[in-house]
Every structure is written in structure tokens, then in C-alpha cells.
């Protein structure tokens, strides 16, 4: 119960959770005759736990009124890539599931998040990116998987 206190009043305050994105371009998806149009975002940011792995994700991102002034909900739908892009030491203490990304979509009980999870018999790290809310959550997600090459 106190995790989930903590975790609400991250949201609410827009506290960091985890890593900031580097927004890379956007594209609108409809028009709106007052406020920003709908579109779909372009985001970059760097695992935090691991050098040399990058994501990408492209997330709906609602305009209109509401929207620009930050009140709107945006759509669940995101999809996430992500690459080697550097030498990659895995750390001793990897956490499967451990959130690399949090970006709020909603005024106060929506988040998008990303975790990381390690395949040891593959030698590959996934990552999961996934829509949640305080009470209900959405199925809708979308993976990345990242060979580690030991030579780059």
C-alpha cells in the first residue's frame, strides 16, 4: 500500500521515475482547429543501467484544448526499438522487470513505462514497453530485443 502511495505521488508531482526522453520529431495524425493536433511522437533515451544500449519509441500523444494544456489522456498505443550502440557490461545486479522508462501520458493516474528483463540462455535483454493506469492497466504492449555482441 505505501509502494502504491509513492508511486501516485511521483505521477501526480511528475517526479522523475527514471531516465528523460530526447523527443526526436513528430508527426500530426489529425488536425485540430484549437490547440496542438493529434500525433503520433518520436522519443530516444539511453538504458540508465546499461552503456551502450539505446531505445526509441513512438507514442500517440492526444492534442486538441485538452492536450495542450497537459489535461488530456493520450492513447495506450506505443511501440518501442531498441539497439546496441556501444559495448555492453552487464551489471551484477540486473533486475528483471526493472523500469528503464516512465513517462506520464495523463494528468495524474496514466504512465507509460518500459522494463527490462534478461535472457541469460540467449544472451539478450528485452524490453517491454506498456500503457498502466492506477485501477486498470492496458494489454496492449509492444517488444525489443537486444543481442549482446561481445565484439562491436
Known amino acids: 500500500m505505501v509502494k502504491g502511495f509513492?508511486?501516485?505521488?511521483?505521477?501526480?508531482?511528475?517526479?522523475?521515475?527514471?531516465?528523460?526522453?530526447?523527443?526526436?520529431?513528430?508527426?500530426?495524425?489529425?488536425?485540430?482547429?484549437?490547440?496542438?493536433?493529434h500525433k503520433i511522437v518520436i522519443e530516444a533515451f539511453d538504458d540508465p543501467d546499461i552503456s551502450g544500449v539505446s531505445c526509441w519509441l513512438a507514442r500517440a500523444k492526444t492534442g486538441g484544448i485538452s492536450g495542450g494544456l497537459g489535461l488530456a489522456e493520450d492513447p495506450s498505443d506505443g511501440s518501442i526499438a531498441c539497439r546496441q550502440v556501444g559495448n555492453i557490461t552487464l551489471p551484477s545486479d540486473l533486475e528483471d522487470g526493472e523500469k528503464v522508462f516512465n513517462k506520464r501520458t495523463s494528468l495524474v493516474f496514466k504512465s507509460l513505462q518500459v522494463v527490462r528483463f534478461y535472457d541469460e540462455h540467449r544472451h539478450t535483454l528485452i524490453y517491454l514497453v506498456y500503457s498502466d493506469k492506477v485501477i486498470e492497466g492496458s494489454p496492449k504492449n509492444s517488444i525489443s530485443v537486444v543481442p549482446i555482441q561481445?565484439?562491436?
Open 150 to 152: 561481445d565484439n562491436f
Open 6 to 37: 509513492w508511486f501516485f505521488l511521483c505521477i501526480f508531482l511528475g517526479l522523475p521515475g527514471s531516465v528523460n526522453a530526447e523527443e526526436i520529431g513528430s508527426v500530426s495524425t489529425v488536425f485540430k482547429m484549437l490547440g496542438p493536433n
